[in-house]
């Protein structure tokens, strides 16, 4: 059973930084990627980063580029995200997420789309105030 925990949400003030874990376990298949999204208030969910096991490629929103840095330590089935100048928008509790990977003419190929990731974290909550 493929399970996922989130831990490193908080309270921070604009500018701050904070670091998002998702630990990983119970897989079953060597091709994933893990996708890191958020949900504010009223709002749908949204990807913000995602990172593949086959190749180490990475993805991220335009919202958070530059700011926001996704890694893994496969030694530790673990994935993180790195959140530097935060702003009260990125305010939301962050979902991690994984899915397959798809191999077509010699790359990898992930999903975007929240539905088309099957197994999901409980969520942690990141408020950024002003």
């Known amino acids: 059973e493929v399970q996922l925990v989130e831990s490193g949400g908080g309270l921070v003030q604009a500018g701050g930084s904070l670091r998002l874990s998702c630990a990983a376990s119970g897989f079953t298949f060597d091709d994933y990627a893990i996708g890191w999204f958020r949900q504010a208030p009223g709002k749908e969910r949204e990807g913000v980063s995602y990172i593949s096991s086959s190749d180490g490629s990475t993805y991220y929103a335009e919202s958070v580029k530059g700011r926001f840095t996704i890694s893994s330590d496969n030694a530790k089935n673990t994935v993180y995200l790195q959140m530097n100048s935060l702003k009260p928008e990125d305010t939301a509790v962050y979902y991690c997420?994984?899915?397959?990977?798809?191999?077509?003419?010699?790359?990898?190929?992930?999903?975007?789309?929240?539905?088309?990731?099957?197994?999901w974290g409980q969520g942690t909550q990141v408020t950024v105030s002003s």
């Open positions: 997420a994984a899915t397959t990977t798809v191999y077509i003419r010699g790359s990898y190929y992930y999903p975007k789309d929240p539905h088309e990731y099957p197994y």
